[in-house]
């Protein structure tokens, strides 16, 4: 059963990876199509293409119930990587929001 948890956390860091690859092939692009076609935006999209290949074989014996919001994690990741690279707000509301996810995250997890 571990392994399957290892395969979901595996997709929740390629879903991450994959938010900061189109986060940063969105930077800098001039239009929608030079957006599309940067290198970035292209990776990025096939990390979540990854991660959905890895949470397909994680809900094979996890619970979806357990394991969709178990994703959620990645806001938490996203947040703090966006507040580090891209200097992106992280106050209280922020703070409150990644707080009560985690909480939500762990009482699932009893």
């Not at 890895?54 to 990587?81: D, G, M, N, R, W």
Request: overall charge neutral; proline content about 5%.
């Amino acid at each position: 059963m571990n392994v399957y948890y290892g395969f979901l956390a595996a997709a929740i860091l390629a879903g991450v990876i994959g938010q900061v690859l189109l986060k940063t092939g969105s930077d800098g692009s001039v239009s929608v199509v030079t957006q599309f076609l940067n290198p970035f935006t292209i990776i990025g999209f096939g990390m979540y293409a990854f991660g959905g290949i890895l949470y397909v074989v994680a809900i094979k014996k996890i619970p979806v119930s357990l394991a969709y919001p178990s994703v959620a994690v990645s806001y938490i990741a996203v947040a703090l990587i966006a507040h580090f690279m891209w200097n992106e707000p992280f106050g209280l509301p922020q703070l409150g929001g990644i707080v009560m996810i985690g909480g939500g995250i762990l009482l699932l997890h009893q």
